[in-house]
């Protein structure tokens, strides 16, 4: 496969156009952004260990019957993912209270929610990517009622895998956020499952161990990544 022209560089990672037009390249960046991008900063082996994560768990979903964009790695940092049709809502699935829902509801912090929450925003950075509901998707021709429908199921089955899997790691997901795409009429799971897009805390100690380290300057973001690969990519350190 080779490597062509950029189609898109975002605020993590870059997406590269190949000589095969159902795939893409998707390199995971240093550089990091929160608050809208207003904060900004580079963490030398923060792509690495985002990419080695996400190849991961992708792979496990596949294992597991959920489709998605997931093909190989072709380096240490890029990925071969088929090219998919992306749909402009951010899936935020929620198993404990934190972040903006303690912000903007009665939650408290730690605060376990069973059944799991589900929330859909409009990923727009010009709109600050509101929450949205299934009215306003469909009228603003995001998607279809019964592509809601199936996203809605995907995300709790994705859920149901992830925790199951991190529940031996010592590794709480209080949420995290998901997207999806269109393929041939059919509905992927796309971009990545990382440190940047988890809220991971240790069990024992409720330390954040994600961006949050970034976000509200709670420590070394490296380390912290480093110690999630280290509990879901144990044998990236056995090289
Ligand atoms: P919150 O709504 O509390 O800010 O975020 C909930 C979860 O979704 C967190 O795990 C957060 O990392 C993820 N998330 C929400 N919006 C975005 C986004 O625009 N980019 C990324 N990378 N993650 C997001």
Same mark, same amino acid.
């Given at each position: 496969?080779?490597?062509?022209?950029?189609?898109?560089?975002?605020?993590?990672?870059?997406? #590269?156009?190949? !000589?095969?037009?159902?795939?893409? $390249?998707?390199?995971?960046? !240093?550089?990091?952004?929160?608050?809208?991008?207003?904060?900004?900063? @580079?963490?030398?082996?923060?792509? #690495?260990?985002?990419?080695?994560?996400?190849?991961?768990?992708?792979?496990?979903? @596949? @294992?597991?019957?959920?489709?998605?964009?997931?093909?190989?790695?072709?380096?240490?940092?890029?990925?071969?993912?088929?090219?998919?049709?992306? $749909?402009?809502? @951010?899936?935020?699935?929620?198993?404990?209270?934190?972040?903006?829902?303690?912000?903007?509801?009665?939650?408290?912090?730690?605060?376990?929610? !069973?059944?799991? $929450?589900?929330?859909?925003?409009?990923?727009?950075?010009?709109?600050?990517?509101?929450?949205?509901?299934?009215?306003?998707?469909?009228?603003?021709?995001?998607?279809?009622?019964?592509?809601?429908?199936?996203?809605?199921?995907?995300?709790?089955?994705?859920?149901?895998?992830?925790?199951?899997?991190?529940?031996?790691?010592?590794?709480?997901?209080?949420?995290?956020?998901?997207?999806?795409?269109?393929?041939?009429?059919?509905?992927?799971?796309?971009?990545? $499952?990382?440190?940047?897009?988890?809220?991971?805390? !240790?069990?024992?100690?409720?330390?954040?161990?994600?961006?949050?380290?970034?976000?509200?300057?709670?420590?070394?973001?490296?380390?912290? #990544?480093?110690?999630?690969?280290?509990?879901?990519?144990?044998?990236?350190?056995?090289?």
């Amino acid at each position: 496969m080779i490597k062509l022209s950029e189609l898109y560089s975002g605020k993590a990672k870059t997406v #590269y156009r190949t !000589d095969d037009p159902e795939k893409l $390249i998707m390199k995971f960046r !240093d550089s990091l952004t929160a608050f809208d991008g207003k904060k900004k900063s @580079e963490a030398p082996k923060k792509g #690495y260990y985002n990419a080695q994560i996400a190849a991961k768990l992708l792979s496990l979903l @596949e @294992e597991k019957g959920i489709k998605t964009h997931f093909d190989s790695m072709i380096s240490d940092t890029e990925m071969v993912v088929d090219a998919v049709d992306i $749909i402009k809502i @951010e899936v935020i699935v929620r198993n404990i209270a934190a972040g903006s829902l303690v912000k903007k509801y009665p939650f408290k912090t730690g605060q376990k929610l !069973d059944p799991p $929450i589900l929330v859909f925003d409009y990923k727009s950075d010009e709109h600050g990517d509101p929450m949205i509901n299934d009215d306003i998707a469909i009228a603003l021709g995001l998607a279809t009622k019964d592509e809601l429908l199936k996203i809605r199921k995907l995300a709790l089955s994705i859920n149901s895998i992830l925790l199951d899997h991190l529940a031996d790691k010592n590794l709480l997901l209080p949420d995290f956020k998901l997207e999806f795409g269109r393929r041939k009429g059919k509905i992927l799971l796309a971009d990545e $499952i990382s440190c940047d897009t988890c809220r991971f805390w !240790d069990k024992k100690t409720g330390e954040s161990l994600d961006k949050d380290v970034f976000r509200f300057d709670k420590g070394d973001l490296v380390s912290a #990544y480093r110690e999630v690969a280290r509990r879901i990519v144990p044998e990236i350190f056995e090289k």
